[in-house]
């Protein structure tokens, strides 16, 4: 059994800051990567950032510069810094972790339950 649990969601103002953190627990062999997608009302679920296990990142373009993913391997956690939040960041953010449970199965996708972020005066 695998658990992806995300934390930290909450309102803040235009301009203000967030951060989100993710951890996966139970049964783990290797974590390949660990991102962060959202979904506002009404619209797809758009990748915002990942990690791979080698420290490679990539960000969705409207994130670059305002937002950082950090991992810890040791403790199959990820983090997402969110500066200079903007009212189009508004969504619900899921973590994923892309994983295997044995060296023979996968990877599969996990998710956590999401977190909501709202951006608004």
């Known amino acids: 059994q695998v658990q992806v649990v995300e934390s930290g969601g909450d309102l803040v103002q235009p301009g203000g800051s967030l951060r989100l953190s993710c951890a996966a627990s139970?049964?783990?062999?290797?974590?390949?990567?660990m991102g962060w997608y959202r979904q506002a009302p009404g619209k797809e679920r758009e990748l915002v950032a990942r990690?791979?296990?080698?420290?490679?990142?990539n960000y969705a373009d409207s994130v670059k510069g305002r937002f950082t993913i950090s991992r810890d391997n040791a403790k199959n956690t990820v983090v997402l810094h969110m500066n200079s939040l903007k009212p189009e960041d508004t969504a619900v953010y899921y973590c994923?972790?892309?994983?295997?449970?044995?060296?023979?199965?996968?990877?599969?996708?996990?998710w956590g339950q999401g977190t909501q972020v709202t951006v608004s005066s």
């Open positions: 139970g049964r783990i062999f290797s974590i390949n990567t």
């Open positions: 994923n972790a892309r994983l295997q449970v044995a060296a023979w199965a996968g990877p599969f996708d996990y």
């Open positions: 990690i791979d296990s080698g420290g490679v990142t």
